[in-house]
């Protein structure tokens, strides 16, 4: 079926750097845009990074420019977001979410939580 | 930055419509997405295009879309529908963003 499974969350000190990872199964990875999506504890939802269907462009939320990296391998079916010089404000549930060019986010992942914290 | 403004909150009995608006001033051209989200869960797409429904989703979920409001409507919301719900689009620079989120309660 359909899945995207993150991994590589988990409790990092502030200024340190991060990984994770987005597996995709059961779709045509290489066929769509991808996207991170975060939600901080007890707050809402904010898009944190996009890229295209094949690595060409990039774009992301001015609260992660410069520090954050999005990327892809479309033959390991992998999408990577690589997380530096974390602050405490970056603690947060991240999701990776399919962009479907008419529905929209229209499947995601259960999520990976970071915690930045000394 | 462009911003979609959303109800903090809204409360219904079982079985009355719940309506959840969501505004933003390049609603009048651009799209609005609807995810709903239960506690502890991924957020899940509900309503795409202002107004259709992906396969799955019950009927009595419906999304409208005038001028610069987008509304989503729970005909005889149930006691499973209570979540937050986000609105999500895009204004006319590309500018991606989601709606701060409304609580719905039914009880």
């Known amino acids: 079926q359909v899945q995207l499974v993150e991994s590589g969350g988990g409790v990092v000190q502030p200024g340190r750097s991060l990984r994770l990872s987005c597996a995709a199964s059961?779709?045509?990875?290489?066929?769509?845009?991808m996207y991170w999506v975060r939600q901080a504890p007890g707050k809402g939802l904010e898009w944190v990074a996009l890229?295209?269907?094949?690595?060409?462009?990039?774009y992301y939320a001015d609260s992660v420019k410069g520090r954050f990296t999005i990327s892809r391998d479309n033959s390991k079916n992998t999408l990577y977001l690589q997380m530096n010089s974390l602050r405490a404000e970056d603690t947060a549930v991240f999701y990776c979410a399919r962009e479907d060019a008419a529905r929209g986010f229209d499947i995601w992942g259960q999520g990976a939580m970071v915690t930045v914290s000394s | 930055s462009y911003e979609l403004t959303q109800p903090p909150s809204v409360s219904v009995s079982p079985g009355q419509t719940a309506r959840i608006t969501c505004s933003g001033d390049?609603?009048?051209?651009?799209?609005a997405y609807w995810y709903q989200q239960k506690s502890g869960q991924a957020p899940v797409l509900i309503i795409y295009e202002d107004s259709k429904r992906p396969s799955g989703i019950p009927e009595r979920f419906s999304g409208s879309s005038s001028g610069t409001m987008a509304t989503l409507t729970i005909s005889g919301a149930r006691v499973e529908d209570e979540a937050d719900y986000y609105c999500?689009?895009?204004?006319?620079?590309?500018?991606?963003?989601f709606g701060g989120g409304t609580k719905l309660t039914v009880l």
């Open positions: 390049a609603l009048p051209k651009k799209y």
């Open positions: 890229i295209s269907y094949d690595g060409s462009n990039k």
């Open positions: 999500y689009s895009t204004d006319s620079s590309g500018n991606r963003v």
């Open positions: 059961g779709f045509t990875f290489s066929s769509y845009a």
